[in-house]
């Protein structure tokens, strides 16, 4: 039966049919072979379950935070101190694009609002500035990929969702690995810059000009430390985080900036349910097949398959990873996290690795793909706001995607990159 729906899906999803549907028909296919009608009331009823889960109401609130930061000319102010700190370096505004998005990352949580939002502005000015445009749609498609890292993470919330996982503690966890991405990403900068001669942003900023641009930044700068340090100080849940930052990114945008307008924000609003709305069928389409999968009990016949191979939780832990990566280069990601993590969570946790860890690492696959052919995601956002040509983009994009690799392993061999904070904070 497993086989019946996978080649269903798969044949669907070839000829274009939208990917939940695929979903819901495979089950269907599924529910068909098992013969037994009674079940039927079953996949309608895990349809809705899998979209009636209190801590998915985070998904939409950080999703209208990043949406409402475009519209509020926050986004600026971050460009702007992001300059002040590292434009001065060779390779200057792909420095900025980095740091950028690193603070971008502690609002939003998503890679498609960075990858937005910031190339819409640095691609062309990177490209008036000597940059190659393929090079500058590049790193702000790689460095997008911070997003889903550090906290908070629409990826986080669904795999702790489903795995009954502190979200607060994911976050967190996720902080390390996120900044060694940036740091991955800017050395990477500095090496092409130095290559091809690609100049500073600016000069170096003295001491008084930081001071004044980051008293000028605070409204922005405060949005990420709301977020986290409301969740770990344990004052407000994640998905309490998510509504104290639009408030606040409300109040910032109508008061201080009065760059938000009543009009820019319901096209926020209506944006944020478009896109939630796709994530939540989704969600519900992956739990229906989800569910048949462990009635099949296709995770304890996996787990038993792979721990029969080796019982050596980094090799282990190797081979989930290149399932992953491989999967999420050919499926939307979000598809990818709700279908996955049922089957694959299961078989890590049975062999010793660390739940905290493995999100982690799960994560950064599915974040991976997002820059990945032949789906990558955010190099078709990338590729429009930046004009560069597509085919181009997905030939170029690939230095980027061994850079992020680099990064997946030395989080898979040092599992305290991602453990250590989680601990320090009792999460």
């Known amino acids: 039966m497993s086989i019946l729906m996978l080649l269903i899906f798969i044949l669907l999803?070839?000829?274009?049919?939208?990917?939940?549907?695929?979903?819901?028909?495979?089950?269907?296919?599924?529910?068909?072979?098992?013969?037994?009608?009674?079940?039927?009331?079953?996949?309608?009823?895990?349809?809705?379950?899998?979209?009636?889960?209190?801590?998915?109401?985070?998904?939409?609130?950080?999703?209208?935070?990043?949406?409402?930061?475009?519209?509020?000319?926050?986004?600026?102010?971050?460009?702007?101190?992001?300059?002040?700190?590292?434009?001065?370096?060779?390779?200057?505004?792909?420095?900025?694009?980095?740091?950028?998005?690193?603070?971008?990352?502690?609002?939003?949580?998503?890679?498609?609002?960075?990858?937005?939002?910031?190339?819409?502005?640095?691609?062309?000015?990177?490209?008036?500035?000597?940059?190659?445009?393929?090079?500058?749609?590049?790193?702000?498609?790689?460095?997008?990929?911070?997003?889903?890292?550090?906290?908070?993470?629409?990826?986080?919330?669904?795999?702790?969702?489903?795995?009954?996982?502190?979200?607060?503690?994911?976050?967190?966890?996720?902080?390390?690995?996120?900044?060694?991405?940036?740091?991955?990403?800017?050395?990477?900068?500095?090496?092409?810059?130095?290559?091809?001669?690609?100049?500073?942003?600016?000069?170096?900023?003295?001491?008084?000009?930081?001071?004044?641009?980051?008293?000028?930044?605070?409204?922005?700068?405060?949005?990420?430390?709301?977020?986290?340090?409301?969740?770990?100080?344990?004052?407000?849940?994640?998905?309490?985080?998510?509504?104290?930052?639009i408030f606040y990114t409300v109040i910032i945008g109508f008061f201080i900036t009065r760059q938000l307008t009543v009009k820019s924000f319901i096209e926020a609003l209506f944006e944020s349910v478009r896109n939630t709305s796709v994530i939540f069928v989704i969600m519900g389409s992956a739990t229906v097949i989800s569910w048949l999968l462990k009635w099949e009990q296709v995770p304890q016949k996996f787990a038993s398959f792979l721990i029969g191979i080796t019982d050596n939780s980094t090799i282990l832990l190797m081979i989930l990873s290149f399932l992953i990566f491989i999967i999420g280069m050919f499926m939307e990601e979000i598809a990818a996290l709700v279908l996955l993590t049922p089957v694959i969570a299961p078989v890590a946790i049975i062999s010793g690795i660390d739940p905290l860890h493995f999100g982690i690492v799960m994560t950064l696959n599915i974040t991976i793909a997002l820059i990945t052919p032949p789906m990558g995601a955010c190099v078709y956002i990338v590729s429009a706001v930046g004009k560069v040509k597509l085919e181009k983009l997905f030939q170029d994009i690939w230095p980027f995607v061994l850079v992020a690799m680099i990064v997946l392993l030395l989080i898979i061999f040092f599992p305290g990159l991602v453990t250590t904070l989680p601990r320090f904070f009792n999460l």
């Open 13 to 245: 999803m070839i000829i274009g049919v939208p990917i939940f549907i695929s979903l819901l028909l495979a089950s269907l296919a599924g529910f068909l072979y098992l013969a037994d009608y009674s079940l039927f009331d079953i996949m309608v009823q895990q349809f809705f379950s899998g979209m009636d889960i209190f801590t998915l109401l985070a998904i939409p609130l950080f999703i209208m935070t990043g949406n409402l930061m475009n519209r509020t000319g926050i986004t600026d102010k971050l460009l702007a101190f992001s300059r002040v700190l590292v434009g001065h370096f060779k390779g200057g505004l792909g420095h900025i694009n980095v740091v950028a998005s690193i603070i971008f990352a502690g609002i939003s949580g998503s890679a498609a609002a960075d990858s937005s939002a910031l190339g819409a502005i640095l691609i062309p000015a990177m490209t008036k500035e000597g940059y190659d445009r393929s090079y500058a749609a590049g790193i702000t498609a790689g460095s997008s990929l911070i997003g889903p890292i550090i906290p908070p993470s629409i990826f986080m919330v669904l795999y702790g969702s489903m795995t009954n996982q502190s979200i607060g503690g994911l976050f967190i966890a996720g902080v390390i690995p996120g900044l060694l991405l940036g740091v991955a990403f800017m050395v990477m900068n500095y090496y092409y810059s130095s290559k091809y001669n690609y100049p500073a942003a600016s000069q170096r900023a003295s001491l008084k000009e930081i001071l004044s641009t980051l008293g000028s930044s605070l409204v922005a700068l405060v949005a990420p430390i709301i977020i986290i340090g409301g969740i770990l100080s344990g004052v407000v849940t994640p998905t309490e985080a998510g509504a104290v930052a």
